[in-house]
Nanobody, 124 residues
Framework: QVTLVESGGGFVQAGGSLRLSCAAS????????MGWFRQAAGKEREFVAG????????YLTDSVKGRFTVSRDNTKNMVFLQMNNLKPEDTAVYYC?????????????????WGQGTQVTVSS
């Protein structure tokens, strides 16, 4: 059974930091690309970050560049999203996702394994 479990969400004031973690099981984790998406209330799901199997290839959407960092630890089957200088517009449910069909970064429509999400709320 494939599972992704996110943790680390919460409530933070603008300018603060959070680190999201995602623990994966049931996947050949070290051979697949992973990603983070978010969905704010009333908005479509947005692809925030992606990371290739090795961690060498990464993607960050423009609105989080310079503030967020994506990383992974293949020895622990985990992927992380470090979020610094958070803004109210970062408020959303954040989802960990996997693209089991590729070890390299691909467009967001290829991600088809999802976690349950973790809420991030940033107050102004």
């Amino acid at each position: 059974q494939v599972t992704l479990v996110e943790s680390g969400g919460g409530f933070v004031q603008a300018g603060g930091s959070l680190r999201l973690s995602c623990a994966a099981s049931g996947l050949n984790f070290g051979s697949i690309a992973m990603g983070w998406f978010r969905q704010a209330a009333g908005k479509e799901r947005e692809f925030v970050a992606g990371i290739s199997w090795s961690g060498v290839g990464t993607y960050l959407t423009d609105s989080v560049k310079g503030r967020f960092t994506v990383s992974r630890d293949n020895t622990k089957n985990m992927v992380f999203l470090q979020m610094n200088n958070l803004k109210p517009e970062d408020t959303a449910v954040y989802y960990c996702a996997a693209d089991p069909g590729s070890d390299m970064l691909r467009p967001p429509q290829w991600y088809d394994v999802w976690g349950q999400g973790t809420q991030v709320t940033v107050s102004s």
